[in-house]
């Protein structure tokens, strides 16, 4: 149980463009899901809480208006990485908090997603 | 504010070996969660084990298990007949209980399990 899918697990894309990223949670209902983002060899590095129902609430330093976070269902939140610039090159994970059952209040993560800007 | 060190940034130890890792934290919290994550040359973050800060009882998971001292703010994890499949950055973790479930992120110690 407590899985959690990321789509997709790799993209490419010009600069100027837009780039979607999914992030399912397969076997529960997740109201809260986390975007991170990652630099090599470092510790994960919290962008934003995604709430369902609700706007999405941005750590100091995240545009918001850059990347676009969208939680419209109990198991799927969306990051939007809007007008991508090569120093948005990084990868991204995120996570499903499991409220109920035995590991309640957990984080369980997808797999990431990297993403190369040209 | 919630803090969480690992002290050793790497380690590396022959298969079949013991192993532990150390991770202190600071709170003034008397209800919270830790963890451990694994994240292997996959980039997948793993769950490897969770302790509730009200339980005496130290956590274990097959060959992972933990010594969690509340007083001294000590969760080390170990790691037993380790295995090839155990090279990974290891990640300690602290979640205040009832919260925003936020986690407050060690820097990590890559293990490295020695053929």
């Known amino acids: 149980g407590a899985v959690v899918s990321q789509h997709p697990s790799w993209v490419i894309c010009k600069s100027g463009t837009s780039v979607k990223i999914e992030c399912r949670s397969l076997d529960f209902q997740a109201t809260t899901m986390f975007w991170y983002r990652q630099f090599p060899k470092q510790s994960l590095m919290l962008m934003a809480t995604s709430n369902e129902g609700s706007k999405a609430t941005y750590e100091q330093g995240v545009e918001k208006d850059k990347f676009l976070i969208n939680h419209a269902s109990l198991t799927l939140s969306t990051l939007t990485v809007t007008s991508a610039h090569p120093e948005d090159s990084s990868f991204y994970i995120c996570?499903?908090?499991?409220?109920?059952?035995?590991?309640?209040?957990?984080?369980?993560f997808g797999p990431g997603t990297r993403l190369l800007v040209l | 504010a919630q803090t969480v060190t690992q002290s050793q940034p790497e380690m590396s130890v022959q298969e079949a070996e013991t192993v532990t890792l150390s991770c202190t934290y600071d709170t003034s919290e008397n209800n919270y969660y830790l963890f451990w994550y694994k994240q292997p040359p996959s980039r997948q973050m793993i769950l490897v084990i969770r302790q509730e800060a009200y339980k005496q009882q130290n956590a274990t998971e097959n060959r992972f298990s933990v010594n969690f001292q509340k007083a001294a703010k000590s969760f080390s994890l170990k790691i037993s007949d380790s295995q090839l499949g155990d090279t990974a950055m290891y990640f300690c973790?602290?979640?205040?209980?009832?919260?925003?479930?936020?986690?407050?992120w060690g820097a990590g110690t890559k293990l490295i399990i020695k053929p």
């Open positions: 996570s499903a908090v499991q409220t109920s059952g035995g590991a309640s209040e957990t984080q369980y």
């Open positions: 973790a602290f979640m205040k209980r009832a919260s925003n479930y936020q986690l407050i």
